[in-house]
Every structure is written in C-alpha cells, then in structure tokens.
C-alpha cells in the first residue's frame, strides 16, 4: 500500500520554513526519506526506525510517530537546492517485510529566491 | 554515503530486442537489491525484490517473463527486459541496501524503444 504524501506541491522563498507529511495505513518499522532532482536518481536524506524519534542535521530534520504510521519531514530556512521532488519510503512490519521500501508519490518543492 | 553503479545510464533499442540493466554496490555487500521503475513526474513504483542465489519476489502486476532478474553475487543485480516495446520505454532505478540501513541508488537507465 502506497503511502499518501501531502502537500503534492510547495512554493518557497528563500528562507522560509516547510514541513511534507507522509502516512502510512499499515504498520511501519522504518521511514526513509529522499529528495530527487529531475532527470536524477534519488539522494538519501534520513532514515527513522523507532516510534517517536526524531533526527535532522543541517536544517533538516524529520519525526516518526510509529503508532500514527506517520512521518514528517522538516525544512527550515530553505535554500534554492533544496528544490526537487521529495519522496518518503516505507518499510512494513511482520514476515512480509523484505527490507522493500514503498514510496510516496512525492512532493514537489519549488524555492525562489 | 554508499555507491551504486547502474549502466547503462541511456539505451536505445528497437522494439522487439532485449535489454540488460546492470546494479552494483561497489563498497558494500548489500543484503538485498531492489528495481523500480519511473514514469515522468510519478513515484518510484517497485518492480521486484531481487536477493542473491534465489529468485526474484516481484510487485503484483510485474511480468516476471518480460523483466529477467539475475542476482549473482551480493554486488550484482541485473534486469534484462526482453522483447522490449515502446511501452517499456521508462527510467529504470536500482537500489541496494543492507538490512536495517538506508537504501542506496543507482543513477538510473533511461530506456528509450523505437
């Protein structure tokens, strides 16, 4: 089941703050996030594994609420290479889980200066 | 971060041909390799589970006979799509990763039938 991404599209400026949503419907071990620049292959941003927790560096960062099934990630002070197309993956829980990530079908975020 | 290396990066073939995609993880022995495929402006849609010395687990929908998985080694995946036709024109993207750590892509293959 795919996870549902919100919003689909995000218009900045410079310097201002964004937060991409990402839900899932089933039970989730971990929470992967990518960005991707058109024509590219996705870049690895963070990967969460554990209900709650939290990480960033630089000024991104990202949460994961496990008993939600949701994760969020969190741009701030956006910089005009953070624009692409950012996509969570997740990864199910129990005897199904293969390690595949599924992905969500993505947001589009678009910094002006 | 960890490499993956896919080639080719682009391919051109006549409808009809066959068409082999290889994955490397060049610094790591990943556990499991993963394909997917990419329409313009969409998501990554998996393809298939590929894990070295058995056979591929693929996504519902995903013809097993038209898209070939061979997993050789813990470094090498490789997806033949036989019989191509201008339908499986797509960006094709490999992904590597060992259990429990992030997964890592290739650049992709831009495959073009004609």
């Known amino acids: 089941q795919q996870p549902v991404q919100s919003p689909q599209a995000v218009i900045l400026r410079e310097g201002e703050d964004a937060v991409i949503n990402c839900s899932s419907s089933?039970?989730?071990?971990?929470v992967h996030w990518y960005r991707q620049k058109h024509g590219e292959a996705p870049i690895f941003l963070m990967i969460?594994?554990?209900?709650?927790e939290q990480k960033g560096h630089d000024k991104i960062s990202a949460s994961f609420n496990e008993k939600k099934q949701q994760s969020s990630l969190y741009l701030t002070a956006s910089q005009l290479s953070y624009s692409g197309t950012y996509f969570c993956?997740?990864?199910?829980?129990?005897?199904?889980?293969?390690?595949?990530?599924?992905f969500g079908q993505g947001t589009t975020l678009q910094v002006k200066p | 971060g960890a490499v993956v290396s896919q080639h080719p990066s682009r391919v051109i073939c006549k409808s009809g041909t066959s068409v082999k995609i290889e994955c490397r993880s060049l610094?790591?022995?990943?556990?499991?390799m993963f394909w997917y495929r990419q329409f313009p402006k969409q998501s990554l849609m998996l393809m298939a589970t590929?894990?070295?010395?058995?056979?591929?687990?693929?996504e519902q929908g995903v013809e097993k006979d038209k898209f070939l998985i061979n997993h050789a080694s813990l470094t090498l995946s490789t997806l033949t799509v036989t019989s191509a036709h201008p339908e499986d024109s797509s960006f094709y993207i490999c992904?590597?990763?060992?259990?429990?750590?992030?997964?890592?892509f290739g650049q992709g293959t831009r495959l073009t039938v004609v």
């Open positions: 610094d790591f022995q990943a556990t499991t």
């Open positions: 993956g997740t990864e199910g829980t129990g005897s199904s889980n293969t390690g595949k990530l599924i």
């Open positions: 992904s590597a990763r060992v259990w429990g750590a992030e997964a890592f």
């Open positions: 089933k039970a989730l071990y971990s």
């Open positions: 969460l594994l554990k209900g709650g």
């Open positions: 590929s894990n070295e010395g058995s056979k591929a687990t693929y």
